[in-house]
Nanobody, 118 residues
Framework: VQLVESGGGLVQAGGSLRLSCAASGSLFSINAMGWYRQAPGKERELVASTSRGGSTYYADSVKGRFTISRDNAKNTLYLQMNSLKPEDTAMYYC?????????????WGQGTQVTVSS
């Protein structure tokens, strides 16, 4: 499974960005997908995830501002990010799971940088 993120960039606080993750390979084995982020000096954290059955998870810090979605026909995962804050600045990674999204991901993308200026 290969994951390629895009859509990162520089945005002012209060602005929006949409991240995309194009997936390819043996996708039939993938049960769930998610977005992680890692800010400098901090641990990587799960931002949002979605399962094949449609259940979703959001970190408290992004609830009400971020929306995860997937287009199965295009094999693409999205993260719509609204009302961005400087603390959202991080490298964002797409991840895929063979099992539950409560477990560690099995596949990672290379990341896309999101920078929110104040």
């Amino acid at each position: 499974v290969q994951l390629v993120e895009s859509g990162g960039g520089l945005v002012q606080a209060g602005g929006s960005l949409r991240l995309s993750c194009a997936a390819s390979g043996s996708l039939f084995s993938i049960n769930a997908m998610g977005w992680y982020r890692q800010a400098p000096g901090k641990e990587r954290e799960l931002v949002a995830s979605t399962s094949r059955g449609g259940s979703t998870y959001y970190a408290d810090s992004v609830k009400g501002r971020f929306t995860i979605s997937r287009d199965n026909a295009k094999n693409t995962l999205y993260l719509q990010m609204n009302s961005l804050k400087p603390e959202d600045t991080a490298m964002y990674y797409c991840a895929a799971y063979l099992g539950s999204y409560y477990l560690s991901p099995d596949y990672w993308g290379q990341g896309t940088q999101v920078t929110v200026s104040s």
